[in-house]
């Protein structure tokens, strides 16, 4: 089956230091990977959209110089949160799919506290 | 504009009762609407889908009811069990692109 992993699950950071969390395709091909940001009210924010191949796409209000994506092959993906601050809490989700396929999976989650 | 809207932020049923959750969307282009439960401390997991060129799905418990033209779509949980409650959301795609997710209803049944 399809599965998605993330590490760390969680991670704690002061305040203006930098975190790095990945996420890791098992089963299947991630030729398209979502990175989220779900608040403590559970909204869904998308970071930005990455494709293999092609150029990642960043939402409104996120930045590859805040959010730098790393999605070198079909079965990884690392996002870092540099200069964290309080707004940056949350729990980063990583949605991947492979091929031509809807399906998108999700992993657990990395949930960054920051001090 | 939101592009994917859920009616209740939370909803209690008995167990053995069907749970509906309800979910609308904007975008008439949106061809393929995935369901997903999240429990707490978990990410969210792929519960059912539907395409837009059917208006029933069903998997065990759970069918989910599309209305193309009323752009409306709705998740049937049968026979509810406590080990339900979660945090269930709608969401849609147009494609494989980009998807769009609702609020979330918040599912609890009570024993």
């Known amino acids: 089956g399809a599965l998605v992993y993330q590490y760390p699950r969680r991670t704690i950071c002061k305040s203006g230091t930098s975190m790095r969390m990945e996420c890791q395709a098992v089963g299947f091909q991630a030729t398209s990977v979502a990175w989220y940001r779900q608040s403590p009210q559970k909204t869904f924010e998308l970071i930005a959209l990455?494709?293999?191949?092609?150029?990642?796409?960043?939402e409104q209000n996120f930045t590859q110089e805040k959010f730098p994506i790393s999605h070198p092959n079909l079965s990884f993906s690392s996002m870092t949160v540099l200069n964290a601050y309080l707004e940056d809490r949350g729990l980063y989700l990583c949605?991947?799919?492979?091929?031509?396929?809807?399906?998108?999976?999700f992993g657990p989650g990395t949930r960054l506290t920051v001090l | 504009q939101q592009q994917v809207r859920q009616s209740s932020q939370s909803l209690t049923v008995w167990e053995g009762e069907t749970a509906i959750l309800n979910c609308s969307y904007e975008n008439s282009a949106f061809d393929y609407f995935p369901w997903y439960q999240q429990f707490p401390g978990e990410g969210p997991a792929l519960l059912i889908a539907?395409?837009?060129?059917?208006d029933k799905k069903e998997d065990g418990r759970f069918t989910i009811f599309f209305n193309k033209r009323e752009k409306n779509l709705s998740l049937h949980i049968k026979d509810s069990q406590p080990g339900d409650s979660a945090t269930y959301f709608c969401a849609a795609s147009e494609s494989n692109n980009r998807i769009f997710f609702g609020d979330g209803t918040q599912l609890v049944v009570k024993p």
């Open positions: 990455s494709t293999v191949n092609s150029a990642i796409k960043y």
């Open positions: 539907i395409r837009s060129v059917s």
């Open positions: 949605g991947a799919r492979g091929g031509s396929s809807y399906e998108q999976y």
